[in-house]
């Protein structure tokens, strides 16, 4: 028998593939402690050559956080690249398939 599934909590501290299968997010939160902006892109896909989903800016030492209602939809992937500088980003997200061994 297969087990629900559940919301899952992921975390990145650098650019990275946190989800590599179809899923659903969130929230989504981008925090910055550098005295500068921190951008965090965000891409729907494996890698940074995925579409361009959405664009997060942490202010110097604030953070950007997102929370949705109804989720986003990534049909290929959740992939974050730490644009300039940046603490970490965290993401609730649900995998709609089991990820490839």
């Known amino acids: 028998m297969n087990e629900p599934r559940v919301i899952e909590f992921a975390r990145a501290t650098a650019s990275k593939c946190l989800c590599e299968t179809p899923c659903f997010v969130y929230s989504v939160c981008g925090i910055g402690l550098a005295s500068t902006d921190n951008t965090y892109t965000i891409y729907n896909g494996q890698n940074a050559e995925g579409k361009l989903k959405m664009i997060l800016v942490a ?33 609730q997200l649900l995998e709609l398939a089991e990820p490839k061994d």
């Open 59 to 91: 202010g110097a030492y604030q953070a950007d956080f997102r929370l949705y209602a109804v989720p986003l939809y990534f049909s290929k992937g959740f992939y974050v690249e730490f644009t300039t500088s940046g603490e970490e980003l965290t993401v």
